[in-house]
């Protein structure tokens, strides 16, 4: 019952938003000739109701869709429509609450009783202007971002170290995150990516899970593209919340049994792939009589609603005399939950998990998106006392099949 009363509550809601900005369509034309307007409101419910037709189809059929690339961009679509309209709507609410605290004190205080000067557009006019730009603006961003998915980025890192052994000086480490294999529709797309991987010559290739959206065999279809990654020291990987598969509350009693199946699915993947996987678990790398650790932990996350199997106390049992430590763990909350508190040993710790929600922009100095409001470090580079953390924006994408000012991201860290 609860499950069908929210999608037929938001259908309501967005029959609701669609006759408030409405409203708001006719203000505006209210100087227009009858067949410009006519033609306008006609493409108007024309598109509101393909929207609402989509909601409908979504709710009733996405399951059994033939092809869920196809069910996420008809969602996204929608998605982009009613976030247009609702950030319209926010203009138009404003000015609504302008006219009826203008009204009401209009009671109290005749003299203040709003006068029309009959020149120039009124304020309702303007606003609702601002609010039609605004939203055809955040629209026209959001369709113009499917195109960016696969427009990977390379961003140099360098990193200064005092622990760092001398051998290990000038290490050049890939750190890639969120592939996502089971959102792609274009291999040739992603062979582009990893081809950019490699011709960065990496000795140390890092990947901090989200193989997968939620089922292993997604990634069937690109193995032979990511077995072409190759680095000196190898590629190795860790788990991330989407590797163990996605399962409804009420689908079984014991979540953490389908949890470790899909988990042990994943792990096969890597194998075929030639990754090592750490669970829980790490690994020296020597050079010149020096030792570097990398450790690697399954999902840890401060946030409700995510797996945790991840031990940072077992994965990194060993490494006590070893001077230098990178810790992969897919979720940034992990590294001010637990390691800058208690493992202060571990200079360099790689995180992704927020895609840069793969909304926002970034200019020199500045970067901004929504998911700043849920994630303290959310991408780039992060520092307290002598710890470092780098969170990557991911390769690939889920849900949205775009970015908009976030792009997918291949990272490029050298350790001096």
């Known amino acids: 019952m609860f499950r069908t009363f929210i999608p037929l509550l938001f259908l309501a809601f967005f029959i609701l938003l669609d006759w408030y900005v409405f409203q708001a369509l006719k203000t505006i034309s209210g100087s227009w000739n009858i067949?410009?307007?006519?033609?306008?409101?006609?493409?108007?419910?024309?598109?509101?109701?393909?929207?609402?037709?989509?909601?409908?189809?979504?709710?009733?059929?996405?399951?059994?869709?033939?092809?869920?690339?196809?069910?996420?961009?008809?969602?996204?679509?929608?998605?982009?429509?009613?976030?247009?309209?609702?950030?319209?709507?926010?203009?138009?609410?404003?000015?609504?609450?302008?006219?009826?605290?203008?009204?009401?004190?209009?009671?109290?205080?005749?003299?203040?009783?709003?006068?029309?000067?009959?020149?120039?557009?009124?304020?309702?006019?303007?606003?609702?202007?601002?609010?039609?730009?605004?939203?055809?603006?955040l629209l026209g961003s959001l369709l113009y971002g499917f195109g960016n998915k696969y427009r990977y980025t390379v961003r140099n890192v360098r990193l200064n170290f005092e622990e760092l052994p001398k051998a290990f000086k000038g290490l050049k480490i890939v750190h890639i995150s969120d592939i996502h294999s089971g959102s792609f529709n274009d291999a040739a797309a992603v062979q582009r990516g990893i081809d950019l991987i490699n011709q960065q010559n990496a000795d140390l290739i890092l990947f901090t899970g989200d193989l997968v959206n939620y089922e292993a065999s997604e990634m069937n279809p690109y193995l032979s593209i990511f077995k072409t990654l190759k680095a000196n020291f190898g590629v190795w990987a860790t788990l991330g919340n989407h590797d163990y598969g996605f399962h409804k509350s009420g689908v079984s009693h014991n979540i953490k049994a389908l949890h470790m199946k899909n988990a042990s699915e994943v792990e096969q993947i890597h194998h075929q792939l030639g990754w090592k996987l750490l669970r829980n678990e790490n690994i020296t790398i020597e050079k010149e009589n020096a030792q570097l650790s990398i450790i690697g932990v399954e999902n840890i996350s401060s946030r409700a609603g995510f797996p945790s199997y991840g031990n940072l106390p077992k994965a990194i049992q060993g490494t006590e005399h070893i001077p230098f430590k990178i810790l992969m763990t897919h979720d940034p909350s992990h590294w001010n939950a637990e390691v800058t508190r208690s493992y202060q040993n571990i200079q360099l710790t790689l995180s992704g998990h927020t895609h840069g929600m793969q909304f926002g922009f970034e200019i020199p100095g500045f970067k901004w998106s929504p998911v700043k409001y849920i994630y303290k470090q959310w991408a780039g580079l992060y520092q307290e006392n002598n710890q470092k953390l780098y969170v990557n924006r991911g390769f690939g994408f889920i849900g949205y099949p775009g970015r908009v000012g976030i792009l997918p991201e291949i990272t490029v860290i050298e350790l001096v």
Not at 61 to 89: Q, V
């Open 35 to 137: 067949s410009t307007s006519r033609r306008v409101f006609i493409v108007y419910w024309i598109i509101s109701f393909l929207s609402i037709t989509l909601i409908i189809y979504l709710f009733l059929f996405g399951n059994t869709a033939r092809s869920h690339i196809m069910r996420n961009y008809l969602f996204a679509i929608m998605a982009c429509i009613f976030f247009a309209k609702f950030l319209s709507g926010l203009f138009f609410l404003i000015d609504d609450l302008r006219r009826m605290l203008q009204y009401l004190t209009s009671f109290i205080v005749p003299s203040l009783k709003p006068q029309s000067s009959g020149e120039g557009i009124t304020r309702s006019v303007f606003f609702s202007w601002v609010g039609f730009v605004t939203g055809g603006g």
